[in-house]
């Protein structure tokens, strides 16, 4: 069952978000109000090896004040295919060239209230960086086997809700070929 918009209200507009505040109907006939809405441009999660290993890079995230080991992650431009925004971004945070995107799926994070979805693009690294890592939010680019990085998933170390997920999706759809 649909909700029915009945009133949006823009609430904060600039280039990197956007927050409304909804009402509806729901589906069996309740009226909800002031119900956020926050949306933001899509975005891509790349998953690469070098050598071997997963390329991730450790970032400070301000929501929750701490540092997470993650994906090469950015924003799809208007009109950028998003393997093209995968290539594109992970040279920028790893420095790593790459090459033979793939798209390997697409989330709806926080479907709830969020709307802009994460692209899960794969992609072939280069052995070693080519380059310097021009973005200015990486702390630092990690190169993990896949066992150790899905150890580090089950014991909680990786817990940034994207990059579990893509990560899981990539581990199965790459075995399969």
């Given at each position: 069952m649909s909700w029915k918009?009945?009133?949006s209200r823009t609430l904060i507009t600039d280039r990197w978000i956007t927050v409304r505040s909804n009402d509806y109907i729901t589906g069996n006939g309740r009226q909800i109000d002031g119900y956020y809405q926050i949306e933001r441009s899509?975005?891509?999660?790349?998953?690469?090896?070098?050598?071997?290993?997963?390329?991730?890079?450790?970032?400070?995230?301000?929501?929750?004040?701490?540092?997470?080991?993650?994906?090469?992650?950015?924003?799809?431009?208007?009109?950028e295919d998003p393997v093209a925004a995968g290539l594109r971004e992970f040279r920028e945070e790893t420095g790593f060239a790459a090459a033979n995107g793939?798209?390997?799926?697409?989330?709806?994070?926080?479907?709830?209230?969020?709307?802009?979805?994460?692209?899960?693009?794969?992609?072939?690294?280069?052995?070693?960086?080519?380059?310097?890592?021009?973005?200015?939010?990486?702390?630092?680019?990690?190169?993990l086997p896949w066992e150790e990085a899905l150890a580090k998933?089950?014991?909680?170390?990786?817990?940034?809700m994207q990059a579990v997920?893509?990560?899981?999706?990539?581990?199965d759809l790459l075995r399969e070929g």
């Open positions: 918009l009945l009133k899509d975005f891509v999660l790349v998953v690469a090896e070098s050598r071997g290993r997963l390329v991730m890079v450790r970032e400070f995230r301000a929501g929750t004040g701490r540092q997470y080991l993650s994906l090469p992650a950015g924003h799809v431009e208007p009109g793939r798209l390997l799926g697409v989330l709806d994070p926080l479907p709830a209230f969020f709307r802009g979805c994460g692209y899960v693009v794969a992609v072939e690294a280069s052995d070693d960086p080519v380059d310097e890592v021009t973005d200015g939010e990486v702390d630092a680019v990690v190169l998933l089950r014991s909680g170390e990786i817990r940034d997920a893509a990560l899981y999706l990539a581990r």
